[in-house]
C-alpha cells in the first residue's frame, strides 16, 4: 500500500468504529493531491458501502415556479440580480405537480422534490402545494420534498399535514462566507427554517453549493454545521456557472476536486444520504461514475433551469457499475 492508502483506509477504518471526523483530518482530506484521489475514494466507499449499501436513490425535481425571485444569491439563475435568459412563471397547477409526479414515477425516482423561486409560498401558493402534494400522495408511492424558501413552523406544519415528507433548505455554504454570496436573507434564516421543519414533523434535506469562491476552512464550517444539523439527506451542488449571475465568472471545479469534497461530507456524515447534485454533469464529467462510490443519491432529467441526465442514462451508468437502484423509501438515517 502507498502512504495515501493507508492514511484514507485508516480514517475510514477509525469512523466505521465510531470516530467522528475532526476539523483537521477534514482540513487533510481536502489537501489531497492528485495521486492520492483514487485511494481516497476507494476509503470513502468503504463507508458507503457499510452504511449506504449498494442502493442508489433517484430523485427528481419540478421547477413549480421559476424567476422572479426577491432574494440575491449569486449562484441562481432566477434571483432578483441575474439578467440571463430563463422561464419566468407563476405557481403551476396542482394538476400539473401530479403530472410532473407520474413522470418522477416513471423514471424510478424514489423521491420527488416540488421547488418555487422566492423567499417564502404565499398563503395561496402554500395551499395549492399542499392541494398538489395531497393528490400525488393518494396516487403515488413517491416521498414528496418542498424546497419552497424560508418557512414559519406554521407553514411547514401545514405541508406535513398535506403529505409532505421532507423539506429542502440547503445551509449553501458556511456561515462566514455567507453575506459574499447573498445579502437579502442571513445564513440563520435559513437555520430557522429547518428548527421549524424539525419542529413540524418534516424530514430534512440540507446541503451546500461548491465553487462559489469558498475557501477550505468555509467547507469545513459547511461540513460540520451540518453535522449539526444532521438532516436525512445532504445533497452536494457543484456550482454551474450560469450567464448573467455574479458568478457567472467563477473558476471551474476540476472532477477531482470535486471527488474530494464529496469524500470529505461523506466521511463527515458516513450515515447520511449524500447525493452528487446540481451540476454534477458539468463539473464531474467523465469522472461522473466514480462519485457513485462516495454518493449514494442522484438527480436525473435535469435541474430547475439547466438540463441533467436522463434517467436512462443513470440507470445504465448505476448498473454498469454493479450497484442498483433504490425502489422502496427507505427509513430516515440514524444518528452519528
Known amino acids: 500500500m502507498t502512504s495515501c492508502d493507508t492514511t484514507s483506509n485508516a480514517l475510514a477504518d477509525r469512523v466505521l468504529q465510531g470516530h467522528a471526523v475532526t476539523r483537521e483530518e477534514g482540513r487533510a482530506i481536502l489537501r489531497t493531491e492528485h495521486a492520492?484521489?483514487?485511494?481516497?475514494?476507494?476509503?470513502?466507499?468503504?463507508?458507503r458501502h457499510a452504511f449506504r449499501g449498494r442502493r442508489v436513490a433517484i430523485q427528481m425535481l419540478f421547477n413549480a415556479k421559476s424567476g422572479a425571485c426577491q432574494e440575491d444569491c449569486h449562484y441562481c439563475s432566477q434571483s432578483s440580480v441575474a439578467t440571463g435568459p430563463i422561464d419566468r412563471y407563476a405557481l403551476v397547477a396542482p394538476e400539473a405537480m401530479l403530472d410532473a409526479a407520474r413522470r418522477a414515477h416513471a423514471a424510478d425516482a424514489q423521491r420527488y422534490c416540488v421547488v418555487i423561486s422566492g423567499r417564502t409560498p404565499l398563503d395561496k401558493e402554500l395551499d395549492d402545494i399542499a392541494a398538489g402534494v395531497t393528490r400525488i400522495k393518494r396516487e403515488l408511492p413517491l416521498q414528496v420534498c418542498c424546497s419552497v424558501g424560508l418557512l414559519t413552523e406554521p407553514q411547514a406544519r401545514q405541508l406535513k399535514a398535506a403529505?409532505?415528507?421532507?423539506?429542502?433548505?440547503?445551509l449553501n455554504t458556511g456561515e462566514d462566507f455567507h453575506p459574499s454570496i447573498c445579502t437579502t436573507h442571513t445564513y440563520r434564516d435559513r437555520m430557522t427554517t429547518l428548527r421549524n421543519a424539525r419542529a413540524a414533523g418534516l424530514e430534512l434535506c440540507s446541503g451546500g453549493i461548491?465553487?462559489?469562491?469558498e475557501s477550505d476552512d468555509d467547507l469545513l464550517d459547511l461540513a460540520f454545521a451540518l453535522r449539526d444539523v444532521a438532516p436525512d439527506s445532504i445533497p452536494l451542488n457543484m456550482l454551474h456557472p450560469m450567464p448573467g449571475t455574479p458568478l457567472a465568472d467563477a473558476a471551474h471545479l476540476t472532477p477531482s476536486r470535486c471527488l474530494i469534497i464529496l469524500c470529505l461530507f461523506r466521511f463527515i456524515h458516513p450515515t447520511r444520504e449524500l447525493r452528487a447534485a446540481g451540476g454534477r454533469e458539468f463539473n464531474l464529467r467523465s469522472l461522473q461514475p466514480l462519485a457513485l462510490y462516495v454518493a449514494d443519491s442522484l438527480f436525473v432529467n435535469g435541474y430547475l433551469t439547466t438540463p441533467g441526465q436522463p434517467a436512462d442514462e443513470v440507470r445504465q451508468m448505476i448498473e454498469d457499475l454493479g450497484f442498483e437502484v433504490a425502489t422502496e423509501n427507505p427509513a430516515p438515517a440514524c444518528q452519528t
Open 36 to 47: 492520492g484521489v483514487l485511494p481516497l475514494v476507494n476509503a470513502a466507499y468503504k463507508l
Open 210 to 213: 461548491v465553487g462559489m469562491g
Open 163 to 170: 403529505g409532505v415528507d421532507r423539506i429542502n433548505h440547503n
